[in-house]
Nanobody, 117 residues
Framework: QVQVVESGGGLVKPGGSLRLSCAAS????????VGWYRQGPGKQRDLVAL???????NYADSVKGRFTISRENGKNTVHLQMNSLKPEDTSVYYC???????????WGQGTQVRVSS
């Protein structure tokens, strides 16, 4: 059974940092692209950052230069380092794994990030 579990969310002041982690089990991790998405209240879920199975990263314009996505295939884990956080970064952050061959999708349950003074 495939499981995707996010962790690391919380409350932080503007300008602060958080590191989110996404741990996957039940799949061959290095055959999956992994993305971080976020969804604010009443808003659609948007892509924040994506890392390919080979480690190539792409970012939404709104987070470029502030967020860094990385992966540890040996630990089946992807991280999202978030620096210089802004109130508009407040959202529930979701991790999604997408299969390289068949395109199957697995979502985590989300972790809340709140940026407030």
């Amino acid at each position: 059974q495939v499981q995707v579990v996010e962790s690391g969310g919380g409350l932080v002041k503007p300008g602060g940092s958080l590191r989110l982690s996404c741990a996957a089990s039940g799949l061959t991790f290095d055959l999956y692209h992994v993305g971080w998405y976020r969804q604010g209240p009443g808003k659609q879920r948007d892509l924040v950052a994506l890392i390919s199975n080979r480690g190539n990263a792409n970012y939404a314009d709104s987070v470029k230069g502030r967020f860094t996505i990385s992966r540890e295939n040996g630990k089946n884990t992807v991280h999202l380092q978030m620096n210089s956080l802004k109130p508009e970064d407040t959202s529930v952050y979701y991790c999604r794994a997408k299969g390289l061959m068949m395109g199957e999708l697995y979502w985590g349950q989300g972790t809340q990030v709140r940026v407030s003074s």
